[in-house]
């Protein structure tokens, strides 16, 4: 049975305190079951928005997508999660990457590192998070147990078998590093390529005693990182653009500069654009959860209003 769709929407910007409290206001009419923030130095800082957002919502749930591990260090981001954590009701979705800005780490006087490196702070952030937000001696406490759920974006080997044996979300990039391209700008990969990502992510997972969207359906029961029967991972994917449109193929020719490698057909089977009129999107939705397992869907701060007439014909589906 598929799992049900989740739409979150990645707040950018912030003008003003009331400002973002009606944008928050809005997602929350809009239908959006999640409000995101990024970890990016221009952006909002991630936990003080979150607690913002709760205090004028009550139903959608709170995450940061995704924060910069190379920017945190371990102790003292396991108290921001607790603290946030209790102060939105247990509400927080915690995620985290390895980061691949290297003018944010300069700025912030940080090492960047290799991209081994990288994933080893992040692995090690996993583990000391894992650590102290268990241990029922810790405190502050969070308001969920035993810690909030973690998601972990990325699309390499390392980053993907971290995810399989961690996290109760896997966010898949679908873009990779654009060879020639200015540190940071990511070209799209093909939708076969996505597809081969997300199948070894499966593995990785199987690997790791954890369950597969196969092994669920027939009912098998696994004992892994999480312990004995918990549910599989939930699988989510950002859409880069969301474009109402009438002629589908017209508005690929549109975007073709920015993914070179890729063909129409490739274009128009991407879950990174979505393109048509509501009817026609939702049913790209429906054939990406069916192709490639995503059912949790991120779309930008200016795609919001876009995607909610696609979320009113989804929803509870």
């Known amino acids: 049975m598929a799992r049900p769709f989740r739409f979150g929407v990645n707040l950018l910007t912030l003008e003003s305190a009331e400002a973002w409290r009606e944008k928050c206001r809005r997602a929350e009419r809009l239908g959006y079951d999640v409000l995101l923030v990024p970890d990016h130095l221009g952006n909002p800082a991630p ?11 009550e139903r959608p749930r709170l995450g940061t997508f995704v924060l910069n591990a190379g920017l945190w260090n371990p102790a003292l981001l396991a108290r921001e999660v607790a603290t946030c954590d209790a102060l939105t009701g247990g509400r927080l979705e915690l995620g985290l990457g390895a980061g691949y800005v290297k003018a944010e780490h300069d700025s912030a006087g940080l090492p960047f590192g290799s991209p081994r490196e990288r994933v080893d702070h ?10 102290l937000l268990t241990d029922a001696e810790y405190r502050p406490r969070p308001a969920q147990s035993p810690r909030p759920p973690l998601l972990l974006g990325g ?3 390392r980053l993907l078998r971290l995810a399989a044996r961690h ?11 654009a060879p020639g391209g200015p540190e940071g700008a990511l070209q799209l990969i093909s939708p076969e390529a996505l597809e081969e990502r997300v199948g070894a992510f499966h593995r990785f997972a199987a690997e790791a005693g954890r369950p597969t969207a196969d092994a669920q359906a027939a009912g098998e029961e696994t004992t892994g990182a999480q312990g004995a029967g918990e549910e599989t991972a939930e699988l989510n994917y950002l859409i880069q653009m969301v474009g109402p449109t009438g ?8 975007l073709a500069a920015y993914a070179p490698d890729l063909t129409e057909d490739q274009l128009l089977e991407h879950p990174a654009l979505l393109l048509g009129d509501a009817k026609e999107m ?7 959860r069916e192709r490639f397992g995503f ?10 209003d876009a995607l909610a007439p696609v979320i009113e014909q989804l929803h509870g589906c």
């Not at 992040?122 to 650590?131: D, F």
């Not at 949790?296 to 919001?304: A, P, R």
């Open 247 to 254: 002629d589908r193929r017209a508005k690929v020719r549109e």
């Open 155 to 157: 699309n390499g080997d």
């Open 295 to 304: 059912s949790y869907f991120t779309v930008l701060e200016h795609n919001m």
């Open 167 to 177: 996290a109760q979300i896997a966010a898949f990039t679908g873009a990779v590093q």
């Open 47 to 57: 936990f003080p928005a979150l607690a913002t957002a709760a205090e004028v919502t």
């Open 282 to 288: 939702a049913e790209q939705l429906r054939a990406h």
């Open 122 to 131: 992040l692995a090690h952030t996993v583990a000391e998070l894992e650590r």
